[in-house]
């Protein structure tokens, strides 16, 4: 089983900065691709970022320039550092890792999601 941690998210006035930190822990082959993604209220989950094994990285436009993903091979950790944050930032963030698993001696690539951390950007 694999288990994804979020930490780092809270109440932050508009132009602040937070950063958000996805450890995945449990029994895996590796760890393919991170990422971020986030659920206003109301609205649909949306992609935030995403990175690679390789730190190749994507981002949605509306974060672009003002978020930036990392990660951590060694300690399986991705990261959101999150600058210049708007009202309309505010949302639930999670954590997604896709990763590589071996299942009665095949490799299947499976979805984990974070529980997800509150992001709330309000004066």
């Known amino acids: 089983q694999v288990q994804l941690v979020e930490s780092g998210g809270g109440l932050v006035q508009p132009g602040g900065s937070l950063r958000l930190s996805c450890a995945a822990s449990?029994?895996?082959?590796?760890?393919?691709?991170m990422g971020w993604y986030r659920q206003g209220s109301g609205k649909q989950r949306e992609l935030v970022a995403t990175i690679t094994s390789g730190g190749s990285t994507n981002y949605a436009d509306s974060v672009k320039g003002r978020f930036t993903i990392s990660r951590d091979n060694a300690k399986n950790t991705v990261y959101l550092q999150m600058n210049s944050l708007k009202p309309e930032d505010t949302a639930v963030y999670y954590c997604?890792?896709?990763?590589?698993?071996?299942?009665?001696?095949?490799?299947?690539?499976?979805?984990?999601w974070g529980q997800g951390t509150q992001v709330t950007v309000s004066s």
């Open positions: 449990g029994s895996f082959l590796s760890i393919k691709a």
């Open positions: 997604n890792a896709k990763i590589l698993q071996v299942v009665r001696g095949i490799i299947n690539e499976n979805d984990y």
